[in-house]
Nanobody, 121 residues
Framework: QVQLVESGGGLVQPGGSLRLSCAAS????????MGWYRQAPGKQRELVAT???????NYADSVKDRFTISRDNAKNTVYLQMNSLKPEDTAVYYC???????????????WGQGTQVTVSS
């Protein structure tokens, strides 16, 4: 069994900051890319940022220069530092991980349950 558990969401004023965390636990052999996605009400889920096991990152244009993704491979944890938050960043934020559970398993993507981020005055 593999679980991804997000934390760190909440209510913040425009211009504020939040740091999301997502820890993967369970039977895990290795983790490749990890990422953050978000889904606002009435909209499709969209990519926010991804990071490879080697540390290469990719960001959506809408969050570049405001958000930073990082990971701690020893802890199987990915982080998302969000600064200069805007009301349009309001969404449920989901983390995912492309991982292998064992030598006989193919890599597959696992998702967390999501954490709500609300940016409002």
């Amino acid at each position: 069994q593999v679980q991804l558990v997000e934390s760190g969401g909440g209510l913040v004023q425009p211009g504020g900051s939040l740091r999301l965390s997502c820890a993967a636990s369970g039977s895990i052999l290795s983790i490749n890319a990890m990422g953050w996605y978000r889904q606002a009400p009435g909209k499709q889920r969209e990519l926010v940022a991804t990071i490879t096991s080697g540390g290469s990152t990719n960001y959506a244009d809408s969050v570049k220069d405001r958000f930073t993704i990082s990971r701690d491979n020893a802890k199987n944890t990915v982080y998302l530092q969000m600064n200069s938050l805007k009301p349009e960043d309001t969404a449920v934020y989901y983390c995912n991980a492309n991982l292998r559970r064992g030598y006989n398993d193919r890599p597959r993507v696992y998702w967390g349950q999501g954490t709500q981020v609300t940016v409002s005055s």
